[in-house]
T-cell receptor
């Protein structure tokens, strides 16, 4: 079974802090993703990566950055946390298949981040 | 732009059948996923449709009509554990490489005894 592990289940930080959310997958997947999930808005894509050191902006990248130094690890960084970044953050990974780009994404359990 | 619509909430009875609809308006549509998410848990993959028609997988089936921009998830012989949110998500044809999913807001399904 694919295992996507997010470092923290719950996290509380203060406005202006630099926040790191870590995600590790153990299935040698090429693709990794960060989403946030908010009531009434659903899941929205922040950033994704299809290879080490590669990154692509999703639908709502403002206020975030990412790092992919190793294949198994994808970090989401809040440069200067603000209260509107209080949310559930979900990491996902998927296999890259050149014959079929649409492989299922496997999600971690999420990090509920509160910015005070 | 992309627009994905699904009902906010549905209620059904244990043992019955329920159909959850999803309509989408997107440019460069490639395929459609359905995910199940129990409260406080990660979304889990249910089905994927890229061609028109019905895909059956046990008690769950998913249908796609590309020309109508329409999909549904059909759940049969409902069980209490099927109470969850059901998320419709589409992928785009970007011409190669991975793309993130664009999700609908999810349908909260309540199963009553």
């Amino acid at each position: 079974d694919v295992k996507v592990t997010q470092s923290s289940r719950y996290l509380v930080k203060r406005t202006g802090e630099k926040v790191f959310l870590e995600c590790v997958q153990d299935m040698d997947h090429e693709n990794m993703f960060w989403y946030r999930q908010d009531p009434g808005l659903g899941l929205r894509l922040i950033y994704f990566s299809y290879d080490v050191k590669m990154k692509e902006k999703g639908d709502i990248p403002e206020g975030y950055s990412v790092s992919r130094e190793k294949k198994e690890r994808f970090s989401l960084i809040l440069e200067s946390a603000s209260t509107n970044q209080t949310s559930m953050y979900l990491c996902a990974s998927s296999l890259a298949d050149p014959r079929d780009n649409d492989q299922p994404q496997h999600f971690g359990d999420g990090t509920r981040l509160s910015i005070l | 732009g992309q627009n994905i619509d699904q009902p906010t909430e549905m209620t059904a009875t244990e043992g019955a059948i329920v159909q959850i609809n999803c309509t989408y308006q997107t440019s460069g549509f490639n395929g459609l996923f359905w995910y199940q998410q129990h409260a406080g848990e990660a979304p889990t993959f249910l089905s994927y449709n890229v061609l028109d028609g019905l895909e059956e997988k046990g008690r769950f089936s998913s249908f796609l009509s590309r020309s109508k921009g329409y999909s549904y998830l059909l759940l049969k012989e409902l069980q209490m554990k099927d109470s969850a949110s059901y998320l419709c998500a589409v992928t785009m044809d970007s011409g190669g490489g991975a793309d993130g999913l664009t999700f609908g807001k999810g349908t909260h399904l309540i199963i009553q005894p």
